[in-house]
Antibody, heavy 120, light 109 residues
Framework: QVQLVESGGGVVQPGRSLRLSCAAS????????MHWVRQAPGKGLEWVAV????????YYADSVKGRFTISRDNSRNTLYLQMNSLRAEDTAVYYC?????????????WGQGTLVTVSS | QSALTQPASVSGSPGQSITISCTGT?????????VSWYQQHPGKAPKLMIY???KRPSGVSDRFSGSKSGNTASLTISGLQAEDEADYYC?????????FGTGTTVIVL
């Protein structure tokens, strides 16, 4: 079955960097676009970034553009999110999500999330 | 990239039907038939309930249905059950971004 496992979260000071990983299994990773979605404590979902199946096309939310970089290693079945110049407002649970098998316009599988706390 | 607008909460008694609205603009919901709905229980990851406006993934109860009119999409839950109590989020997809709704808490009375 499809499994997505995020890691790399933790407590980090404002202005510092952090890299999140998402290990995928149970499906052919290099056939699917992948996304990062975050959720601040007690708040709603916010889409962060997407990367195409081949890693060529990448798009970002305005709130993270220029600070975050999404990437993937198809040989390792792993998705990444490099987060630089972190701010307090980046504090959230970060989920990786797979584009839908039946429709690429939706997210049909999600990881359990990893918590990033930006605080001094 | 403003969030889509949803009511903060909707409530109903067991067995009743409720509808959650999701209002966007002519650039997202009004333009694309790419509306999805997600259910999220506390402390859990979101779960896909509806995609492309009105399609249900395998395993999702047929008590859940979706529709769209103009710039507004809707999720209807019929025969409300205790386990339906959760947060629900709509989303609208474009080729370069996805925008989520503000979220609605469904309360089963």
């Amino acid at each position: 079955q499809v499994q997505l496992v995020e890691s790399g979260g933790g407590v980090v000071q404002p202005g510092r960097s952090l890299r999140l990983s998402c290990a995928a299994s149970g499906f052919t990773f290099n056939n699917f676009g992948m996304h990062w979605v975050r959720q601040a404590p007690g708040k709603g979902l916010e889409w962060v970034a997407v990367i195409s199946y081949d890693g060529i096309n990448k798009y970002y939310a305005d709130s993270v553009k220029g600070r975050f970089t999404i990437s993937r290693d198809n040989s390792r079945n792993t998705l990444y999110l490099q987060m630089n110049s972190l701010r307090a407002e980046d504090t959230a649970v970060y989920y990786c999500a797979r584009e839908g098998w039946l429709s690429a316009t939706t997210f049909d599988s999600w990881g359990q999330g990893t918590l990033v706390t930006v605080s001094s | 990239q403003s969030a889509l607008t949803q009511p903060a909460s909707v409530s109903g008694s067991p067995g009743q039907s409720i509808t959650i609205s999701c209002t966007g603009t002519s650039s997202d919901i009004g333009y694309y038939d790419y509306v999805s709905w997600y259910q999220q229980h506390p402390g859990k990851a979101p779960k896909l309930m509806i995609y492309t406006v009105n399609k249900r993934p395998s395993g999702v109860s047929d008590r859940f249905s979706g529709s769209k009119s103009g710039n507004t999409a809707s999720l209807t839950i019929s025969g409300l059950q205790a386990e339906d109590e959760a947060d629900y989020y709509c989303s609208s997809y474009t080729s370069t971004r996805t925008v989520f709704g503000t979220g609605t808490t469904v309360i089963v009375l």
